[in-house]
């Protein structure tokens, strides 16, 4: 599978910005799908990721009720809606394919190259 990550750019604090995921593959739809994020000077951290039918989901609580993970497999792809960003959600998204839901790196197998988001306050 290769993951292209994209839809980063500037967007000001309370706005509205939808990263995308294009998967290569016919086997997209048998991951789990996950987004996860490195904010300036500090590790990669979870953000949200969902279950290969999309029936489910699990959210960092920083953005519980901000972000909206979700995906289209008949397009191969896997979307983050982010809706109210703060200064805080600043980072270089990355999209990643796993076998199961879960917040671990470790359980990802393949990963995009990133996109950058910034938050202007």
């Known amino acids: 599978v290769q993951l292209q990550a994209s839809g980063g750019g500037l967007v000001q604090a309370g706005g509205s910005l939808r990263l995308s995921c294009a998967a290569s593959?016919?086997?997209?739809?048998?991951?789990?799908m996950g987004w996860f994020r490195r904010p300036p000077g500090k590790e990669r951290e979870f953000v949200a990721v969902?279950?290969?039918?999309?029936?489910?989901?699990v959210y960092a609580d920083s953005v519980k009720g901000r972000f909206t993970i979700s995906r289209d497999n008949a397009k191969n792809t896997v979307y983050l809606q982010m809706n109210n960003p703060k200064a805080e959600d600043t980072a270089v998204y990355y999209c990643?394919?796993?076998?199961?839901?879960?917040?671990?790196?470790?359980?990802?197998?393949?990963w995009g190259q990133g996109t950058e988001v910034t938050v202007s306050s």
């Open positions: 990643a394919s796993g076998s199961g839901v879960t917040v671990r790196e470790t359980s990802y197998g393949y």
């Open positions: 969902i279950n290969w039918t999309g029936s489910g989901t």
């Open positions: 593959g016919r086997t997209f739809s048998l991951y789990a």
